[in-house]
């Protein structure tokens, strides 16, 4: 699963896609008009649909085609009790030292040198380590007391540990059975940076497979063969993806594994996903807290057991940034150069374009009819501005799969004009099948 012959990372990338997001409305920066907040995004139009097909095809593979696997969506705001029980409040940290020269704050794990600053080179400048904790603290309700604290979570999975006992008495589900959930996070990073990959308010994919204790080995290389091959099947490169085991001074305190699948970003190759053996830990925490028993009763062996948990963790945002780097391509084409995005079809923002051929209304009335036909099945782009040449750069640039040309003959032949994003070639189908015809070709 791991890469031995990967091509070196292209910094150049990072500003190119930078640049391609806000001009094509993937991301704005948010707050813009007031200067901007420091490491907040806000998904524009196009960045909208890219992010809502990453998680609607994760949503697709871990839950709608499996019978093993439900879902569930937790409350963002919860109470001290459960991060207290989860660990996060004590150990949910990161070592932070100061610049005394320069006044900068760095995070001393992500230093390639921990005695010399990166943002004025001196050494022997850092004062030691302190933690700081990552959670956001709030009050929920009018009162500022002890009480009325609250915290916005800093992931989904612990919403999935406190229902499990919810999940198996109100379900017909038993071991091995998941438990999925798609929802924002939210992390006070202190060094948040590269863009949307490092966030504060973020969206994360997550599923808590609770299992057996004696198949947890044999589901933790179950769930890391399948996590590595989803990215393949929705079009991630296999030179620039990697499944990468934790060293055994990496792993978290719970975890008797864990393993990353990593893209290879225009820094080096990065985390897009984690998949950890939890063991039992997150169960008979909340047990021992709550006093609640979060346990499986086996009738058929007559006994109890906590199960394990095998958890694959990704990052949405993440995700959708890897597949528009992925995509990304430069070509030329008659002298010209062609930006294009090579989406996979599940994951391009718009299926298809319709492009009249002229702003004349024999044209555009129909044209417009087409579009909202199509509309019923597909996320459909519609589009009458500039030279039909511009407006396939454009549709290139988005990662549109197919651009639907109506013209003049279109009125004589009741046939339209389908160019395909990446061949360029061109194919007339005849209006009444155009549906179908984008149904067998997306698949």
Same mark, same amino acid.
């Given at each position: ?25 993937? &991301? ?73 020269? +320069? ?39 009018? &009162? ?51 863009? &949307? ?22 589901? *933790? ?12 099947? !929705? ?10 085991? !934790? ?80 995509? *990304? ?20 923002? *718009? ?28 996320? +459909? ?63």
């Amino acid at each position: 699963m791991s890469q031995d012959s990967s091509p070196a990372p292209n910094p150049e990338l990072f500003d190119t896609i930078v640049n391609l997001t806000k001009r094509r409305g993937f &991301v704005y920066p948010s707050a813009e008009i007031y200067g901007g907040f420091r490491s907040t995004y806000d998904y524009g139009p196009i960045g909208v649909l890219l992010l809502r097909n990453v998680k609607d095809a994760w949503w697709r593979s871990m839950v709608q085609e499996r019978g093993d696997v439900v879902g569930l969506d937790a409350s963002i705001l919860s109470p001290p009790a459960v991060w207290e029980a989860s660990g996060h409040l004590a150990n949910f940290t990161d070592p932070l030292v100061d610049c005394t020269n +320069c006044n900068t704050r760095w995070r001393l794990d992500k230093l390639e040198d921990p005695e010399q600053c990166p943002g004025c080179g001196k050494r022997g400048t850092f004062t030691e380590p302190r933690q700081f904790n990552l959670m956001f603290k709030t009050q929920a309700g009018p &009162v500022e007391d002890a009480s009325a604290v609250a915290y916005l979570r800093p992931e989904t999975a612990q919403g999935m540990f406190i229902n499990f006992k919810n999940v198996i008495d109100t379900t017909r589900v038993r071991p091995p059975f998941g438990i999925a959930q798609i929802g924002k996070s939210f992390r006070n990073e202190i060094t948040p940076g590269q863009f &949307v990959f490092r966030t504060r308010e973020f969206e994360q994919m997550e599923m808590e497979y609770f299992v057996p204790p004696a198949d947890a080995q044999r589901w *933790y290389e179950y769930w890391c063969n399948e996590r590595y091959q989803w990215y393949l099947d !929705h079009g991630m490169p296999a030179d620039r993806l990697r499944v990468r085991a !934790h060293d055994a001074d990496e792993l978290s305190h719970y975890s008797s594994g864990t393993s990353d699948v990593e893209f290879l970003f225009p820094w080096g190759w990065d985390e897009l996903e984690g998949i950890a053996n939890r063991g039992d830990y997150d169960l008979t925490q909340h047990a021992a807290h709550s006093g609640e028993k979060l346990e499986w009763y086996d009738q058929a062996a007559n006994e109890r057991w906590v199960p394990h948990v095998i958890e694959p963790a990704a990052g949405a945002t993440r995700t959708a940034m890897a597949f528009l780097m992925a995509a *990304y391509d430069e070509e030329e084409v008659r002298g010209e150069k062609r930006v294009v995005l090579r989406f996979h079809p599940r994951i391009a923002p *718009y299926k298809a374009a319709v492009l009249p051929l002229s702003k004349k209304p024999e044209l555009t009335g129909p044209a417009g009819e087409l579009a909202a036909s199509l509309r019923r099945s597909f996320m +459909c782009d519609y589009d009458e501005t500039q030279s039909i040449g511009r407006r396939y750069r454009r549709q290139d640039e988005l990662g549109t799969p197919f651009c639907i040309t109506y013209d003049f003959d279109t009125l004589e032949d009741r046939a339209v004009t389908v160019r395909d994003r990446d061949s360029m070639d061109q194919e007339r189908v005849a209006l009444a099948e155009v549906e179908a015809y984008l149904a067998e070709k997306l698949g």
